[in-house]
């Protein structure tokens, strides 16, 4: 939800108000929140839509299609966080 609202400030041109924290603005602007023209926080959002989704139907019904979607998603989320 975090990275999600933080895309949206990203491409809304607001800054994001920092009440109790500060330097929070200066992180999100900095050169190293932006990876190939797109947001750090965008590919969180991207990772974590689907990421609840499959836990959703991990609850609902597990099948083994969606046990392996799910690592091979964790997966790849454990590679791009090194």
């Known amino acids: 939800m975090i990275s999600l609202y933080l895309t949206l400030v990203h ?6 108000p920092c ?25 969180g959002a991207v990772f974590f839509a689907p990421m609840f989704y ?3 139907g991990l609850l609902a019904r597990p099948t083994v299609l969606l046990v392996r979607a799910t690592k091979v998603l964790a997966f790849l989320a454990a590679l791009a966080a090194d």
């Open 11 to 16: 491409y809304g041109g607001d800054g994001s």
């Open 19 to 43: 009440y109790d924290v500060h330097g929070c603005e200066q992180v999100q602007t900095s050169g190293y929140s932006i990876a190939l023209v797109v947001p750090g926080a965008l590919f």
């Open 54 to 56: 499959l836990a959703i």
